[in-house]
C-alpha cells in the first residue's frame, strides 16, 4: 500500500520536475511535508480513483499520509 | 493615514496608505507592461500609472515568453518610463485622479478559440461597481484573486476606494489563509467557490467576517451550508461576473435574477445569456448580435415570469480549472506541436478539489516514443502551468464526433 501511494505522489512530483520522495510516513502532511498545492492533490486524487476508484477527498480535506492510507485500506 | 493598505505576510510586506500615497506622487519610473508576482509591487505600479492617464497591460506573472510573443506579436521586454512627481497627493485628491483617469487597462482573457484575447478597459468601467459608504469604513479584505484578473482588479478597487486594509491570501495554502484571516480580523472574502472548498473543515471559525462573495464558477448549494459553518456572521452572496464586462449579476444561493433595472443589460434568448454592449469592455475579438454579447454561458429558467434563472454550464468549450478557464483548443495546439504527436484531445475529468481536472489522450506517431513527464516538462515552456495537463494517457486512436470536430465528451 505504502509503496503504491509513493509511486503515485512520485508521478505528480515528476511531472512538475521536482525531487521524488524515498519514502513515506503516515504523519507526513500532503501539504506542508510533501509540497502539494490544490493542482497537485486534485491530480493525485484522480491517479487513486482509477487504481481504488475512492475519492479520497469526497467528504472533506485529507491533511495527512496516513490519512489517505486509511481510505485507501477500506477500498482495497 | 496610517492605515493599513496592503499586507502580505509571505513577503513581509506591509504598506500603509500614507506609504502607498508617497510611492504612487513622487517622481520615477512606470512600467506599462509589469510582470511581477509581488501584487503590492503589482498594485504600486498599477497605481502610479493610473493617476498619470497612462495606458497599462496587465500580464500574468507566470506568463512564458512564447505565450507573450504569441498574444503580442513581440517578445517581452519591460517598457519602462520616468514619470514627474505629483505634489500634495491626499485622499481626496488620490481618488478625484482615479475616478478621473484616462488611462486604458488591458485584460487578456481566455479566449474561444486559440490564445487569450485581448479586453481594454477603462478605469471608469472597472469601478462602475465600487460602493464607496462610511460604512465600510475599517473594513479589511483577503485578497484571494489574481491581481490580473477582472475578479482580481474588482476587489482590489472596492478596498482602495474605501481606504480598506487588503490582506494577501491568494495562492495560500489552507493553515494560511485561516491564520491571516484571523489574524488580521478580515471582514469581507471574495473568491473562487475553490479556494472556499478547500477551507472546509476549519479548525476554527472565522467570526469576524461579515461578507463573503463567491464567483468566477458555478457552485453547489452543499458548499453555501459548509461556508455558512466556517463563517457564521457571514452573509454569503454569489456573483456572475465576466472578463468580458466584470460583475454584471448577483444571488443569494444559485439562483440569479434579471430585475428590471437589469433587463436593459442582461437578457435569456434560446438559454443562453446575452450582455449589452453598453456594459462591456473593449476587444477586437467581441462579435455583437444587435448590440447584444453571447456569452457562451448555458442557463435554466427557474420561473421566466419572475426572471429568476440558474446556470448549467458556463462557456460552452472552456474548461474550469479551480476557477481558471481554460480553453483546450490552446493547450491542444502546443502539444501538437511536439512531432512525436499525431493527434491530442484535451478535457477535463470532474474532480472534488478543483472541480475539474484538465486532461489529454495523445495518440503518437508509430515509432515515436514520448513520456508524461516529458510532456509536462516540455509544456512548462510554452503554458502557465495551470494550462498543463494533470493527466495524460497514450491512446491507440482518439474519438471524433460525426462532424468531424475532436469529442470531449
Known sequence: MENRLLAQINEVLSGKGETLLQRLSP????????????????????????????????????????????????NE | ???????????????????????VSSAGSFVSNYK????????????????????????????????????????????????????????????ELLQN??????????????????????????????????KFNGNSWAFAYNPTHIAGLQVFFQA??????IVNVFNGDKRFVLEEIQNHSVTNISATPTFYRLLYPSEFQLDSVKRV?????????????????VFPNAVIRNVYASTEAGSVLSAKGNVFQIDEKK?????????????????????????FENNWYNTG???LWDDEQKGTFTFVSRANEMINVGGYKINPNEVEEAIRSYPEVRQVRVYGIPNSVLGNVLTADIELHADSVLSETDVKLKLKEKLQSFKIPRKINFVATINYSRTGKISRS
Open chain 2, 101 to 134: 483617469s484616462k488611462s486604458k487597462i488591458s485584460i487578456y482573457t481566455s479566449g474561444t478559440t486559440g490564445l487569450p484575447k485581448q479586453v481594454v478597459h477603462s478605469v471608469s468601467s472597472l469601478i462602475k461597481q465600487v460602493k464607496i459608504d462610511s
Open chain 1, 27 to 74: 504523519e507526513m502532511k500532503l501539504r506542508d511535508d510533501v509540497g502539494f498545492d490544490s493542482f497537485d492533490l486534485a491530480e493525485l486524487t484522480v491517479r487513486l480513483e482509477e487504481i481504488y476508484d475512492v475519492d479520497i477527498f469526497e467528504n472533506g480535506i485529507v491533511n495527512t499520509v496516513g490519512e489517505v492510507m486509511t481510505l485507501l485500506e477500506k
Open chain 2, 263 to 287: 433587463a436593459a443589460v442582461v437578457k435569456i434568448e434560446n438559454d443562453i445569456l446575452y450582455i449589452h454592449q453598453s456594459v462591456l469592455g473593449n476587444s477586437d475579438s467581441f462579435s
Open chain 2, 160 to 165: 482602495l476606494f474605501n481606504f480598506n486594509t
Open chain 2, 1 to 23: 493615514m496610517n492605515n493599513y493598505f496592503f499586507i502580505a505576510a509571505k513577503n513581509n510586506t506591509r504598506l500603509t496608505y500614507d506609504v502607498l500615497f508617497q510611492a
Open chain 2, 36 to 95: 511581477t508576482d509581488q501584487a503590492d509591487l503589482f498594485f504600486v505600479n498599477l497605481l502610479k500609472g493610473l493617476v498619470r492617464d497612462k495606458d497599462i497591460v496587465l500580464l500574468d506573472a507566470d506568463f512564458t515568453d512564447q505565450e507573450i510573443f504569441q498574444m503580442t506579436g513581440e517578445n517581452y521586454a519591460e517598457k519602462v518610463e520616468n514619470i514627474d512627481s505629483i505634489s500634495d497627493l491626499n485622499e481626496q485628491s488620490f481618488l
Open chain 2, 213 to 229: 462573495t463567491v464567483g468566477g464558477e458555478k457552485s453547489t448549494p452543499d458548499l453555501y451550508e459548509k461556508m455558512q459553518t
Open chain 2, 297 to 299: 454561458d448555458i442557463v
